[in-house]
C-alpha cells in the first residue's frame, strides 16, 4: 500500500462532511481538513504496521488491594471490543500486525505470581516488555467504565513516557459517554493530554476507515466518529456516524488474543462463577448489541444508539464452538442489553445450543427484560445450559417505574418470577434501585413488597447514581436535586452496571453509622428519604430480602445454590460481613450437617472488634453460638409480619 501525503488530498465537491471546529479562531471547514492532515502527517511517519490494542488496568494501584487479588475477588473480563477491533483489522488489513494487550489481566496476573508485586513497578515492567520495546506504530486504548478513567490517564502517561512519538488513541464507552456533555469531554482532554484521537461509539467501521486514511487508502473528509487533537491544540470532531450494521456484526471476535483459557485463573467473570468449579474456565459472548428500552438512569444508548441490532444465530453458535473446542471454555457470560430481544431467534439459539450439546453453561449478568421471561422461553433456556440470570425491575412502584420508563409493570415482574420459581437450576436475581427522585418511603415499601412476593433467589439492591448524559441526570440538574459535579462520577457506565452504585457484594463504611432494623418504622410514609436514609433502607432490604430469606428456604437445588453464592460471599467478596458468615454457617449445616470451626472463629473476631455488629446481632436474635452449637433460630419473616401488622402500609400484597 503507498502512503499518499495528506496535504495532496483535493478536496471534493461534494457537500460538506459535518466537521465540528471546537475552536473559535478556526474560520473554515478546509482549515480543518488541512489541520488534521498535517496532525495525521507529523503522527504517523509511515503507514500502520503493527498496532497494539489496549485495556488498562480496572483501578490505579491507589485502589488496588493485593489481598483481594490473590483470592480472585476481581473481575478479569476479556477485552472482548478491542478483539472484535482486531478481529476486523485482520479482514481488511492482513499486512498489519496486531496485538492486544489486556493490562487488567497482566496485573492480576503479576500480583498472584508475583510474592513482591508493587503495583506501579509492575504496571511499568508489563507496559515495558508487552509494548514499548515492540515497536508499535499506533497504541490505542479503551475505557468501559468511567470509574476507570483515573487508570486509563495513568497508563497514557506511562506510555508517554516510553513512546515519546507514538501517536495514543483512545476510545470506548467511558470516552463516548464524556463527549456526549462539554464539561466531561473538557475533563477527558484535559486529563487525557497525551491522547489525540478520541474515537466514539462502536469502533468496528470508523476504526477501520481511520487506518484507511492514515495508510493512504481514503481522504481525511471520510473519517468518521473521531475528534483529533490537531497541532495547534484545538480539537476536530468528525461526527458523521459509521455505526456497524446488521451485516457487520456477524463477527467472531479475535479470542485467540485475549488470554481466554487463563482469565478466570486470575478473577472472576459474571455473577455466577460461584455455580461453577473453581477451576472452570469463563469468557463472554456479544449477541444482540443495544436495548429496546429506554429506562431513564440507563446509558446503554448513548453508545449503541436507540433499537437492537441482532446478530445472526448461526454466527453466535460459530463462536461459542470456537470458545469450546478452541480455548476449552465451560461458561460464558452474555454481554448483552436485551438478549432475549427477539423470542423466536432465542427459542432457535437454544434449540441448537441442546442439539450440539457443547457441554457449556452461560448467564445473563447483565440482566434481562422480564417481559421476555415466558414459560417456553426459559424453559428452553434451562435445558440450554443458562444457570443464572438478573431481570431489571428496580422498583415495585407503578409511579416510579412509570417515571423511569421501565419495560415493564408490577405484574410483568410478578409473572416473570412465577415463570422463573419453576426453572430451578436457574438461579434467578432481581436488579432493584431506590432514591429516585419523589420516590416515598411508601413507593420503596411496594418495591420491598413487590421484591418479597417475587421470592426470586437473591436482589442486587442499589441506590441510584445519576449518570451525566441521562434523561433523569438532566432532570435532577434542572430541578437543583444534583450539582454538575463530574469529578464525583466515577461509576460504571457501561452495559455492566448500567449506572448504577451497587452495593450488592460491599458493605460501605458509612454503614457502620446505620440502625436499619427499623428504617421504615415511626417514618412519615409520604416522605421522601434522606441520602443518609437511604442507606438504612438498602442495609433494611438487603438483610430481609436476601440474607433473612435464606430461614425459609427448603428446596434443595436452591439451598445447593444460595450455598455456593454465601460461600464465595463469605469466603471471597465480603470476608468481614457477619451476616455472610452467619448464613454460610447455617445453610453448611443444611448441607453438610456440621459448621466449619473457622466460620465461627471468623464471625468471633468481627463481632468483638465491633459494636455495630453485635447490636445488629442481637437485634436479629442471632448469636454466633448458632454456629457453635449447629442449632440455628427457625427464622422470622419480618417483611410479611411488616405488612400484615400495618394494614395500613401501601403494599402490593393487599
Ligand atoms: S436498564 Fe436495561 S432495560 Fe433499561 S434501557 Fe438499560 S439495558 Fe435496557
Not at 461458561?331 to 457443547?358: G, P, Q, T, V
Not at 431481570?391 to 405484574?411: A, C, N, Q, W, Y
Not at 455456593?564 to 453438610?592: D, H
Request: proline letters at 4%; aromatic letters at 10%.
Amino acid at each position: 500500500m503507498k502512503k499518499i501525503k495528506h496535504r495532496e488530498l483535493a478536496l471534493t465537491s461534494e457537500p460538506p462532511p459535518p466537521i465540528v471546529d471546537l475552536c473559535d479562531n478556526l474560520a473554515t471547514r478546509k482549515e480543518c481538513i488541512r489541520l488534521v492532515e498535517s496532525k495525521l502527517d507529523t503522527s504517523f511517519d509511515t503507514v500502520v504496521r503493527r498496532l497494539f490494542l489496549v485495556m488498562p488496568p480496572d483501578m490505579t494501584g491507589k485502589d488496588f488491594d493485593v489481598e483481594k487479588a490473590r483470592r480472585r475477588r476481581y473481575r478479569n473480563y476479556p477485552a472482548y471490543g478491542l478483539g472484535l477491533l482486531a478481529a476486523k483489522i485482520r479482514q481488511f488489513f492482513p499486512d498489519i500486525e496486531v496485538h492486544v494487550v489486556n493490562l487488567n489481566h497482566e496485573i492480576l496476573k503479576s500480583a498472584n505470581n508475583d510474592g513482591n508485586f508493587e503495583f506501579a513497578n509492575s504496571l511499568n515492567q508489563i507496559i515495558t516488555n508487552r509494548i514499548s520495546t515492540k515497536n508499535p506504530c499506533f497504541v490505542a486504548l479503551t475505557c468501559m467504565f468511567s470509574q476507570t478513567h483515573d487508570s486509563l490517564v495513568n497508563v497514557c502517561n506511562v506510555l508517554r513516557q516510553r513512546l515519546k512519538n507514538v501517536p495514543l488513541g483512545v476510545g470506548g464507552v467511558h470516552v463516548t459517554n464524556s463527549f456526549a456533555n462539554e464539561q466531561t469531554r473538557k475533563n477527558l482532554i484535559n486529563d487525557l493530554k497525551f491522547c489525540d484521537f478520541f474515537f466514539r461509539y462502536e469502533g468496528e467501521e470508523s476504526f477501520i476507515q481511520f487506518l484507511d486514511v492514515i495508510n493512504g487508502n481514503d481522504k481525511v473528509e471520510s473519517l468518521a466518529q473521531l475528534a483529533c487533537r490537531a497541532t495547534n491544540n484545538s480539537l476536530i470532531e468528525f461526527k458523521r456516524k459509521l455505526v456497524p450494521e446488521k451485516k457487520h456484526i456477524n463477527i467472531i471476535t479475535a479470542h485467540d488474543l485475549l488470554d481466554t483459557k487463563d482469565l478466570s485463573k486470575f478473577g472472576n467473570i459474571g455473577s455466577f462463577y460461584c455455580h461453577k468449579p473453581v477451576d472452570a474456565k469463563f469468557s463472554t459472548v456479544l449477541s444482540n448489541r443495544g436495548c429496546r428500552a429506554q429506562c431513564s438512569f440507563c446509558s446503554v444508548r448513548n453508545f449503541n444508539g436507540v433499537g437492537v441490532r441482532r446478530r445472526s444465530v448461526e454466527s453466535v453458535l460459530e463462536e461459542l464452538k470456537v470458545l469450546r473446542y478452541e480455548h476449552d471454555i465451560d461458561h460464558i457470560m452474555w454481554l448483552d442489553d436485551d438478549f432475549l430481544y427477539d423470542r423466536a431467534e432465542s427459542l432457535k439459539l437454544f434449540d441448537l445450543l441442546i442439539k450440539e450439546n457443547l457441554g457449556m453453561t452461560w448467564d445473563c449478568s447483565n440482566g434481562v427484560i422480564a417481559a421476555s421471561c415466558k414459560e417456553d422461553v426459559m424453559s428452553a433456556a434451562e435445558e440450554a445450559g443458562c444457570i443464572g440470570l438478573l431481570i431489571g425491575m428496580e422498583s415495585g412502584s407503578r409511579r416510579v417505574l412509570r417515571e423511569i420508563k421501565k419495560p415493564g409493570t408490577v405484574d410483568t415482574f410478578l409473572r416473570a418470577a412465577e415463570v422463573l420459581r419453576t426453572k430451578t437450576k436457574i438461579n434467578s436475581r432481581v436488579f432493584l434501585m431506590i432514591g429516585f427522585p419523589g420516590e416515598t418511603f411508601s413507593e420503596i415499601y411496594e418495591t420491598v413488597s413487590v421484591a418479597s412476593q417475587m421470592n426470586l433467589d437473591w436482589h442486587q439492591i442499589a441506590v441510584l447514581q445519576p449518570l451525566p448524559n441521562t434523561p433523569i441526570y438532566e432532570s435532577m440538574l434542572a430541578e437543583g436535586l444534583i450539582e454538575a459535579d463530574f469529578d464525583s462520577i466515577r461509576w460504571n457506565t457501561g452495559s455492566i452496571g448500567k449506572g448504577k452504585n451497587s452495593r450488592d457484594d460491599d458493605i460501605p463504611s458509612d454503614l457502620q453509622a446505620c440502625d436499619f432494623k427499623d428504617a421504615f418504622r415511626l417514618k412519615d410514609m409520604s416522605a421522601i428519604p434522606s441520602r443518609r436514609e437511604l442507606d438504612d433502607i438498602w442495609a433494611y432490604m438487603n438483610f430481609h430480602l436476601n440474607f433473612n430469606k435464606l430461614f425459609f428456604e427448603r428446596r434443595s437445588e436452591k439451598l445447593r445454590q444460595q450455598y455456593n453464592y454465601l460461600l464465595s460471599l463469605s469466603g471471597v467478596v465480603v470476608p468481614e460481613n457477619v451476616f455472610a458468615i452467619y448464613f454460610t454457617a447455617y445453610l453448611q449445616m443444611q448441607a453438610e450437617g456440621k459448621v466449619d470451626s473457622s466460620l465461627y472463629e471468623n464471625l468471633k473476631v468481627v463481632l468483638n472488634s465491633s459494636a455495630y455488629w453485635r447490636d445488629r446481632f442481637a437485634e436479629f436474635g442471632l448469636h454466633p453460638e448458632h454456629l457453635l452449637e449447629g442449632k440455628f433460630p427457625a427464622g422470622i419473616d419480618y417483611i410479611r409480619d411488616a405488612i400484615a401488622s400495618e394494614a395500613d402500609l401501601p403494599t402490593q400484597l393487599e
